[in-house]
């Protein structure tokens, strides 16, 4: 069984593709096949998410490139960006993974299925059209950026960690 287990950032040669959905590429661990057929291990570094067109070296050096699979989600779009702000907000708030797409004209909100965020969604006014797509939520204000490739974790931040957080008090002398 092939072991992947390195991240790179290019190679000349691709040895095969892996199909995965989103929650699969979330996990450190995980057994699957190529499209091959060929029986597969990943062992990735905890907190290691692999995104489409990522590439992971195996131990006897091949190297494969990773597949974000069509799934079942929702795309969401509204008549205005304000009201796509807003479900972006009411999303953000019930911790719901989002992907962020398009430009100021055409964005567009992807969530998975699920009928509840559904009429909420509805309600907030958005068109919410059920798709089997590729998922690629955002990574977070921790995560490093939507699509970096990068080791240097540091330097990728969206935000930056508190060290310390003080918290200001209306009673708190000026």
């Known amino acids: 069984m092939l072991i992947l287990n390195t991240k790179i950032d290019s190679s000349e040669k691709i040895d095969g593709e892996l199909i995965l959905p989103f929650d699969q590429r979330e996990k450190s661990r995980l057994r699957s096949k190529l499209t091959s ?15 489409h067109g990522d590439l992971i070296r195996g131990d006897d050096g091949r190297v494969v490139k990773i597949v974000a699979a069509p799934e079942a989600t929702y795309r969401v779009q509204c008549e205005t960006p304000r009201a796509l702000l807003r479900c972006a907000f009411h999303l953000g708030n019930r911790h719901t993974q989002a992907q962020v797409d398009g430009d100021a004209s055409t964005g567009f909100l992807r969530i998975r299925k699920d009928p509840v965020l559904k009429d909420m969604l509805e309600g907030l006014g ?35 960690i508190p060290l310390r957080q003080k918290i200001h008090r209306p009673s708190d002398p000026a």
Do not use: Q, W
């Open 37 to 51: 057929g060929e029986e597969v291990a990943v062992f990735t570094v905890r907190g290691t998410v692999l995104r």
């Open 126 to 160: 958005a068109k919410v059209t059920e798709e089997n797509a590729p998922f690629e939520p955002e990574s977070g204000a921790y995560g490093g950026g939507h699509h970096s490739h990068s080791d240097d974790h540091h330097h990728n931040l969206l935000a930056p």
